[in-house]
């Protein structure tokens, strides 16, 4: 399948023309030069060095990033949108982003000092670096206040020794939010946010997982064993680092259910497409009504997922909490891409089944949607709280 022009949909309502400005830049761009290569990427396992250095010099590495600290100062709005564009054609790309601007970037300008953020901040948001987000452990996912990762502080300096698991970006990472108990007597309050450079003594990159989907990412552990960082490379106060992660995450749902909602854009136009070309019964397989059945349903899901997301990024640009609608949007739209892709394996067939269609590809790649950031599990605890919240007051 070829990439279109970027088709118009009614949601396009809640965007202004900065937003389609970049919309229409990245469909240009994907169609260009990602489209041709994605299957490639998958394929292969292979990391898109070339596309992410072409993205951070169009600014995209630091999207929501203010222009003082080397980013582009746009809104969560126009970050859900270019995610979208990019996992219409190659999820793996678009989590490289989204992992590099929601979970480093975001925690470094909301709770940085300035001198993180010239130092840290600014090669990250140019594009100049890569970050990744160091939270899960092996025996520790959901459980987020259940650290193993121990930060010392000895002679002015931190000392961090433990494993982390999952880290996306792991390989290619320059930079790594961790997080580690400085006191495990005070819970979750007792977590710490650390800044660690690739660089560091004893921070090692462990082993890479083999993976379902998202190949053209790295997901890895990271060993920290004895690394010393300075006392200033603690991100927030010895009391933060829980807030660091939580509030990091809500942001980063937000790029996960986008990640969602293009990979069912993708499953939708490329069934559809198909299903106007194929004839059975001495007609195109559209006009059949089991086929018009997955159409619609695929067109209903992904619209009600990008509405979603698009309300909980309305909340996060507007200053409001937008702790639920993030969980809502992500829940939704992960479980909506795995359906849209499903499907539309089904109106393809056997075709669907193959790698000579990408169908399968986006089948696999949304698996993982429902799962990283917050499984659907956590996410229906976190919406559930918090409507008990909005109704106990």
């Not at 990762?149 to 698991?165: P, Y």
């Not at 010393?228 to 660091?244: A, H, Y």
């Amino acid at each position: 399948m070829s990439i279109k022009p970027r088709p118009t949909l009614w949601s396009d309502a809640f965007l202004n023309s900065d937003h389609l400005t970049i919309a229409e830049t990245l469909r240009d761009f994907v169609a260009k030069e990602l489209h041709p290569i994605a299957a490639k990427i998958d394929r292969e396992h292979m990391y898109p060095k070339e596309i992410i250095r072409q993205l951070a010099e169009m600014g995209f590495l630091g999207m929501m990033v203010s222009p003082e600290y080397g980013g582009s100062g746009l809104d969560t709005m126009s970050y859900t949108v270019a995610l979208e564009e990019l996992a219409v054609a190659c999820a793996s790309t678009c989590v490289i982003l989204s992992v590099n601007n929601s979970l480093v970037c975001h925690p470094l300008e909301k709770f940085g000092t300035h001198e993180q953020k010239e130092r840290f901040l600014k090669p990250l948001a140019r594009g100049e670096q890569l970050g990744c987000y160091c939270l899960s452990e092996p025996g520790n996912g959901s459980d987020a206040a259940a650290l193993k990762t121990r930060a010392v502080k000895k002679g002015g300096k931190w000392v961090l020794n433990g494993v982390k698991n999952w880290i996306t970006n792991g390989r290619e990472a320059d930079v790594a939010i961790v997080y580690a108990v400085i006191d495990e007597s005070k819970k979750h309050k007792g977590i710490g946010a650390f800044i660690v450079e690739r660089s560091a003594k004893g921070y090692s990159v462990g082993k890479v997982e083999d993976k379902l989907g998202i190949l053209g990412t790295s997901t890895t552990q990271i060993i920290l064993e004895n690394v010393e960082i300075p006392e200033d490379q603690m991100l927030g106060s010895e009391e933060e680092g829980f807030k660091v992660a939580m509030n990091t995450l809500d942001g980063g749902r937000i790029g996960i259910s986008a990640q969602a909602v293009g990979i069912a854009r993708a499953a939708l136009e490329e069934a559809t497409e198909y299903a106007l070309e194929r004839e059975a019964f001495g007609k195109p397989i559209a006009k059949l009504g089991a086929i018009q059945h997955h159409i619609s349903e695929m067109a209903i899901q992904t619209d009600a997922s990008r509405l979603l997301m698009r309300a909980a990024a309305l909340k996060k640009d507007a200053g409001l909490p937008y702790t639920k609608e993030a969980a809502e949007a992500k829940l939704f739209a992960s479980a909506a891409a795995m359906d849209v892709a499903s499907r539309g394996i089904q109106v393809l067939g056997g075709y669907g089944y193959t790698r000579e269609y990408p169908l399968e590809r986006h089948l696999r790649d949304a698996k993982i949607t429902e799962i990283y950031e917050g499984t659907s599990e956590i996410q229906r605890l976190v919406i559930a709280a918090n409507c008990c919240k909005e109704v106990g007051g």
